[in-house]
Structures are given as structure tokens and as C-alpha cells.
């Protein structure tokens, strides 16, 4: 469903990603874990089409920045931004108009049950906290009921109702045959709902860990080891 | 060393080590540098191509009204939510640390003088035209900046005493509210009075009224704007006196704050903390939030309408009507339309034809565009993920995305062209021609800016390239205007309207090339960011 080959992004001379390689099949959700700075968030925004880059990206067969690859992605970004003037059930509306999309009344009505955003219908996008803007973009991203779903560290922010239901939905997303790719940096919170990990670190995947593998250690253990390796050999690179 | 002294040396040191660092800001700087200096060179050295000035007055009736509209946003801001005359990084280290917070107070002053002495610079620009207008020399356009400085400071300071004095005190704000209504009615009283007297001629009553001490002894206002003006026209001992009385202002609103609250950070800590928020979220690209008024919006009717790419417009539209009844059209609509039938007031007594004085507005006009253009709802779209992610084309992205901001000039050009016109006694094709061009120029600046964005990968309008964007506009204007001047020359009947034709023209095409030429940046670019790199990580 979503294919990488090969992509290079730069910011003058610095190589945020290079040469990385993904795929993520449907049903199956990656895990993308690094420290900051890693080009976690980079990747993210050039599958999504955010950013130029060299290399392929493909959703469903399609060029990432194709009519066709926007309706099949939802996309929700690491700082929500939602309209300061548009209320969150206009918010939905605007998606569902500019989605052009037919009978969404009663999921934008699920959606905003599930996030608890029902009683805040008419509450306007600046009038919301954080994690409430984080929940608007949740449903944003899901209301056009997409095949690919890309979250950047969407638990930020989230009060813990919030990062259970989100948990929930991936989980369901999953088994419904969508492919997801989910950025964090905080390891607990991607235990249970992976089938795929990929350990970033300056702009590469340092490791990647399918579930259905035997890797021993745990992850956090995993990740630790990849990251301090790296940073000794930066200060052996350093002292040469 | 002293540690407030310390962070004060080391962060313009650091300032300067950063230019070496990033040539594009010291180019930037120099070429600022380079044309004050051209400025002041041209004021200075070039005859004035006027005989015969405009009466001294009306540049103090000009500064007075820039000072009160200074001061009635600081007495509002003070009543509100105080002003920001810290960082956050004052409050994480200083106002936890061991040091003196008077010591702390003089620090932030001082900086904030520093940065009103930077943002003041622009008057320095205006030394042909206060030349050429008024026989200002060099040494007066000095004097108005050293007014403009001085009641900036001024008005900063009485934000913060008064949000000090009257936070949550709804008695001491009614007070304020009070005081300034008794402080600045003579200025509206005497106003209508003398317009009045003078047979309902406003120009003449305005001018009559500014030679009274009513006008020159409006607190801060009258006598920063009255100080300038004895000095250039050489009443030293007036001028020092109105200069003093003014600083002595200042000088009393440190005082109270030093003296009487030296408890004062709880009263800075939320002008601090939003002021704060809003640069992040600015930086993280959270733009439309960072921008959207702090005023209370009551929710009436609701819903988004559109289809497609359209729904875009729509959305602008719902946003517009939220943030004031008339839409698109709000207060700047107004001070536009009241201002430019001013003009036209004061331009029909000097006496010249009508044309003269429409095309100057004209031009006046397409120069606040340049300013103004570029901040659309459609350019701060693009530094959001929505518009990049909805499955339209691009280019119908870009058209809808825009709409909002060609409409809302169009009508707004056109209110001030019809008012200004029926005034000046010009005929309806010079009306019609002139809100075209000045529209037009408005769509050429928009499509200018998302090609800059193309290429440097944000919006040249914003930030620190906007100086290299007015000098674009510019540079993609002048083959329009070389052919009107032209045509102008060689054209003996209807001249203007050939040479604003051509003109219109230009600006249809090259805005057209540069919006196809743009096309991609929906397509395929880097979404802008206000940060150095456009990620996260």
C-alpha cells in the first residue's frame, strides 16, 4: 500500500533522510521510533507530498502527490493547526465539501462522540486546548475514511481518554486493512499495536524489527543499544 | 560583571557572531543600511522639486494622529492584557534569580527602547517626501523620529502601569476609561468647534484648530507632535520644553512602577506567556492560530458551504464574517476610505486638477498593497497541511485560496476610488481605470509571492525577505510602467488613460505568467515553515 524507494530529502547540507526504503502493506501498521532530529517527522511530511525529495514514494500504486494518493491518505501532523475562526463541526464539514464526499454526517457524529468533541460542536478552533485541537485533527484525518493513515507523534498533547481511544483506533484501523505508519518517540506507548518497528537515527533506519521475528531484547533495549552506538562512534569520529 | 549588563553585551555579540553565519541577513541589513543612507543622501544633497510647501501644521496634525492612534492601543492593551516588555526567557531565569527586579525592569526598558528605535527607522525613508511636502530638512525628519521614539516608549511604558494599576479592578479601569475620555475630549471638542466655526470646511477648521494650545497640549500626543514641530521650525526653548514634558512622562511611569510595585511580575506574566505562545506557534506553523484576534466570537450562524477546491473560498468567507459583521471589509476598510476622502478634502484646496491628485492616491494606494497583499487567509493557508492534502489540482487550489483577498480588494479599491473621485471632481474612466489597476497590482503581488515561494521555499511577504520582495514586485512592474510612461510621452488625447491601460495590462499578464509559473508550489514543494528546517526532526 504506501512504498518507499529510495528517498533522499536535504535542507542545504544537511541530509535529513537518506536513501530510505519502506514498505507497509495493508493492514499492517509501521512504527517509526528515534530520538529528535532523527528525520522522523521529515519522512513523514514527504510520503505525505509536504516536502520535495528525490526518490519514489507510491500510495496504492499512485505518485504520493497524485489526486488519486490524497484520497486514499489521512494525514495527522505533529502540531495541530486547526481554522481559529471555524468551529470544530465546521471543520468537519469543510473536509467533507473539499473531500467532496457523501453520507459523512453520521461518521463526522461517531467521530466527534468518540473524542468527546460532541458537546464542543460549536466551540471555535482557537477556543480549543491543545489536546482538543489534537482530537479535531484526529477526525480530520479520518472522516474521508482513507486507506493510508500517517499520525506524527500523535499522542502528544492527549489526555488519557484521548491516547486510549487513539490506541483503540489504530488498533481498529489496523484490522479493518488500512496501513499506517505511526512516528513517536516515547516507546511505551507503541508496545501492543505494531507489526512493523523501524529504529531512525540521523536520517537512516539504524534497525528494523518485524513482530512476527524473534528479537529478544524488548524494544526499548533495542532502541537504546542502536542510539549509544551511535553516539560513540560519533565521539570516536570526533576524537580521530 | 554585573549579570544583567552580561546577557545585554553578550546577546548583541552573539547577534553579530550570528551574521557571519548567515550572509543572507547581513546582505539583508546592509541593503537597509544602503538605502537609508540613499535616503538621507537624496534628502540632503538634491533640491526639493517644490516651490511652495504645505503648511507646517498638517505634519503636525499627521504625527499627532499617528501618536494618538499609539496611545489609544496602549491604553486599550493596558486595560486588556498588558503589554510585553519581556521574553519568556526573562521570566524562566530572571525573575527567578536573585537579582533586584527594579534592576530587571530597567533591563526590559531598555530593550524595548532599542527595539522602538529599530522599528521607528521607517520614517527615515520619508525624508524626500517630508522635504518635499513640508522644507523639512534633514535634521527635522531626525526630530519627527525622535518623537516617534519617544512616544512609543512612552505609550509602552503607561501599558504596563496602567494593566499594573487596574488588573482585575474594575473600579481602576472605569477610572482609566474616565480620565482619557477627559484627557483627549478637548482634542475632539475643539476638532468639531473649529470645523464649526470655519463653516463646516473641514480642512480649513482642522488647520485652524492646530494652531491652538488645545492641540499642542494634548497629553503625550500634542506635545511630542508640538515639540517636533518648534524645533524644526526653530522655537528652541517650545520645543525643549514639549520634548521635556514628554520625557518627564516617561520618566513618571517608571517611577511608579519602580517605586510603587516592585512585586510587578505576576502583572507582566501573561502578556509575557501569550505573547510567548503566539511566536511558537508561528514558528511551528501554526500560523492562522497565532494571527486569529484574542476577541470573544459569539457563534451565530454556522456551516461551511462549497464543493471541491471551492469550499476553500467558502471557508474564508464563514472565517471573514466571524471576525467582524461586514466581512472582508473591517475597520481598515474604513480608516482606507475615510483617509483618501481626507486626501481628497485637503488636495482640493491646494488647488491642482483632480487627475493629478487621484493618480497620487493611486500610487499611495499600490504602495500600502505591497504591505498589505500578501497576508491574505490564502497565504497563511499554505502553511497549514490542509490545502497541500485536499484532492483538487493545484491551481484551482491556488485560484480559490486566493479569491477572498482579490475581492476584498476590489471592493475595498473601489469604495476608495468612487469616494475620493466624487470629491475630486474626476470623470468615471479614470475612477474605473484606477480601481482596476490598483486590484490587479494586488493579484500580481499575490502571484509574486507564491512564486517566491517555489524557489526559496517560503513566502518572501513574511519575515525578514520582504524587503527583497518589494524589490521584486518592483523589478516584475517595471516593464508595465516603463510602457505607460511611454505611451504617456508619445500620446497626445487621453495619455493617462492609455498609459493606465497598459499598465493594467501588464499586471493581468505577469500575474497570470507568475501564477502559472506557481502553480507547483500545492503540488510540489516544501510546506513553508517559519523555522529553519521544515520538520519536527
Sequence with gaps: MIKVRNLTKKYGKLTANDGINLTVNAGETAILLGPNGAGKSTLIKSICGLLRFSGEVTIDGYDCRSLEAKRLMGYVPEIPTPFPMLTVAEHLEFIARAYKLSDWQGRADALLQRFELDDKRNKLGKELSKGMQQKISVCCALLPEPKVVIFDEPLVGLDPHGIRELKAVVSELRDAGKALIVSTHIIDSVEDSWDTTLIMNKGRFAREIRRSEQFGDDLEQIYFSIIDEGKASEVEEGAE | MNALRYIFIHDAKNKLIELRRKPGKLILYLLVIAAIAAVVLLSVLQDSVSDSYMDILWLQAVLMAFFLFTVFVSIKQGLAKGTTLFKMEDVNFLFVSPLNPRAILLHGVIRMMKTTILSSIFILFNSVTLRDMFGVSFSGVLLVFSAFVLTSVVSQLLTLVIYSQTNSRPSRQRFVKILTTVAFAPLVIGILWHINAAGMDVTAGLLEFMGTPIASFTPVVGWAAAGAIAFITGQYVIGALFFGITFAAGAALIAVIYIGNPDYYEDVLVATETAFEKTRDIAEGNIEVATASDKKVKVKATGVSGYGASAIFHRHIREAFRVNRFGL?????????????????????????????????????????????????????SYSHYIYMIPESPLKKLIWSNLEVIFRVAVQNALVFVVAGIILGSNLMLIVLSIVVSTLLSFLIISISFLSMRFTGSHMSIGILSMIYILAIIIVLLPGIAGAIIAGVFIDNGAIYVSLVILAVWELIAGLGCFAASKGVLHNCDIPSLRQMGGGN
Design chain 2, 329 to 381: 471589509w473591517g475597520v481598515s476598510t474604513g480608516v482606507l476610505v475615510v483617509s483618501a476622502a481626507v486626501y481628497a478634502l485637503i488636495s482640493n484646496r491646494i488647488g491642482y486638477e483632480g487627475a493629478e491628485h487621484l493618480l497620487t492616491l493611486l500610487v499611495m494606494i499600490m504602495v500600502a498593497q505591497f504591505f498589505m497583499a500578501g497576508t491574505g487567509r490564502g497565504v497563511k493557508d
